[in-house]
C-alpha cells in the first residue's frame, strides 16, 4: 500500500519504520510544518494514496479527517482527544462513503482490557458498596488528559450499566508510554484492573494492520470491533 502519514511526531515515525518493514512505501508525511492550515492535503498530493495515518494533534485531526475523507481517501485514526465530535466524524465518513478505523488505543491488549473492564463494571453495577475509580498515567509530552483510552475506559462502564460516580484523575511524567488503571474498593476488599504498555510500539503494529484492513472498504469502524 501507498499511505500518507499524518502526524509525523512519536508515533508518526514510528508508524513510518513499521510500514516499511511489512513492505509498504510511504507517499506523504504531513506535519505542522506543511500542513497548519490543511494545505497539505490536496488531490495532487493524495493521488495514488491508498490510506492516510493520523496520529497528530487534538486540534487537527477533525479538519484532517473532513478533508482527506473529502478526497476519497480511507484512513485510520489513532489521535485522541476530540471525540465529543464523533457524530459529525461518523457523518462525515458516511457522506464521503469513505473507509475508516478508530480508536483512542490501537494495542490489541488495550482493547482487551475495554471488555474486561465492562464485565466487572457489569458485574458490580447493582452492588452499590463498590466504588469506582479511573486513573491514568502517561509522559508529560501528551497534550490532552484524561486520555483517550480512559475516556474510552469510562464510556465501558457506563455502557455497562454502571451509573453511580467514577472518580477519574490523570498523572503527566517523563517518558511513560501509557498506564490505565479501573478500581472497585468496598469496606471489604478493592479490586484493581491495570494496564500498562511497554512500548509504543504495539499502538503503531495495531494501526498499519487497521490500514491494511481498511483497504477497500467503506463505514466507521473500530479497532476493538476489527480485532475480536
Ligand atoms: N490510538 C493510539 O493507539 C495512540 C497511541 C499513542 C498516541 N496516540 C495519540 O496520537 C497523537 C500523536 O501522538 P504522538 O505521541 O505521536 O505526538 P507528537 O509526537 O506530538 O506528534 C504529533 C505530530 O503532529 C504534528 N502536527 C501538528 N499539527 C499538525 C497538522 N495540522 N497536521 C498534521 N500534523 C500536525 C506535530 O507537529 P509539532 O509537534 O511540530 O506541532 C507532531 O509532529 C496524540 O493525540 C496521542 O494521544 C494515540
Known amino acids: 500500500m501507498k499511505i500518507a502519514i499524518v502526524g509525523y511526531g512519536k508515533m508518526g515515525k514510528m508508524i513510518e519504520r ?16 506543511n500542513n497548519s492550515n490543511f494545505e497539505g492535503i490536496t488531490a495532487e498530493n493524495f493521488a495514488g494514496i491508498d490510506a492516510a495515518i493520523d496520529f497528530s494533534v487534538p486540534h487537527a485531526a477533525v479538519g484532517n479527517i473532513e478533508r482527506i475523507s473529502a478526497l476519497g481517501v480511507n484512513q485510520v485514526v ?38 474486561i473492564v465492562a464485565e466487572a463494571a457489569k458485574l458490580l453495577s447493582a452492588k452499590p458498596e463498590y466504588e469506582a475509580w479511573a486513573w491514568e498515567i502517561h509522559h508529560s509530552a501528551k497534550k490532552d488528559a484524561p486520555s483517550g483510552t480512559l475516556l474510552k475506559l469510562v464510556d465501558e462502564m457506563r455502557k455497562a450499566c454502571y451509573d453511580r460516580h467514577v472518580d477519574v484523575g490523570s498523572n503527566r511524567a517523563g517518558t511513560i508510554a501509557g ?20 512500548s509504543r510500539d504495539g499502538f503503531a503494529l495495531g494501526a498499519v494492520k487497521a490500514a491494511e484492513w481498511i483497504a477497500g472498504k467503506q463505514g466507521f469502524h473500530e479497532f476493538g470491533d476489527i480485532i475480536f
Open 179 to 198: 498506564t490505565h488503571e479501573i478500581g472497585f474498593d468496598s469496606a471489604a476488599d478493592t479490586i484493581t484492573l491495570r494496564h500498562t504498555a511497554r
Open 18 to 33: 513499521i510500514a516499511l518493514e511489512r513492505g509498504h512505501e510511504i507517499g506523504l508525511r504531513l506535519d505542522e510544518f
Open 78 to 115: 489513532g489521535t485522541t482527544g476530540w471525540t465529543n465530535q464523533m457524530d459529525h466524524v461518523r457523518q462525515v465518513v458516511e457522506s464521503n462513503k469513505v473507509g475508516l478505523v478508530w480508536s483512542p488505543n490501537y494495542s490489541v491488549g488495550v482493547n482487551a482490557f475495554f471488555r
